[in-house]
């Protein structure tokens, strides 16, 4: 297996969040996205960058920020957006309020990437997609370089439904 293949570039993905017109990226920083962070850091693409200081509070913050007509992208890792499922219920599933996440996979074994994450041996990877299907929330996986457009069909999903959208990162992001 080439663990490359399953490491999105940053500036890819910098294009993407450019593309689909992101002005907020609310976060609390994580490993997986280390290098978009570091990006978006930089603030050379004029998107703004609000770290909290809990999940909670970037649900909310970018609850506030779609309902003042920006369109903000929540960043956290896996072990977060369990932190905050109540928040989460109550922004996106109670009031209705579109909110895309990139949720890195914190803990996905390099050599489980070819693999279904519910086979992975770490429970805060393999029971996510569960967690999000139970909870009936959509989500997709970013894999690769090539479904970096599942950022454009996400925020078209989470309008459409007035909902949450989950994109999962599945392996650290690459430094180019």
Not at 119 to 141: F, T
Request: charged share 20%.
């Amino acid at each position: 297996m080439n663990i490359e293949e399953f490491s999105i570039p940053a500036s890819a993905c910098m294009e993407a969040l450019i593309r689909n017109e992101i002005d907020h990226v609310v976060t609390v920083p994580d490993w997986v996205q280390l290098s978009l962070h570091d990006a978006l850091m930089k603030n050379t693409h004029g998107i703004k960058n609000i770290n909290c200081c809990s999940e909670n509070q970037t649900l909310t913050v970018a609850a506030g920020l779609t309902i003042g007509g920006k369109r903000p992208l929540v960043m956290m890792q896996n072990q977060g957006l369990y932190n905050c499922i109540n928040t989460l219920r109550a922004v996106c599933l109670d009031a209705h309020i579109p909110v895309v996440l990139m949720v890195g996979q914190f803990g996905r074994e390099y050599e489980n990437m070819s693999e279904e994450p519910q086979k992975s041996g770490r429970s805060m990877v393999y029971i996510m997609e569960p967690v999000l299907d139970a909870l009936g929330i959509a989500h997709m996986r970013l894999d690769k370089t090539s479904d970096l457009q599942k950022i454009d069909e996400a925020y078209a999903l989470a309008q459409a439904n007035c909902s949450a959208v989950v994109l999962l990162v599945s392996g650290p992001m690459a430094w180019r």
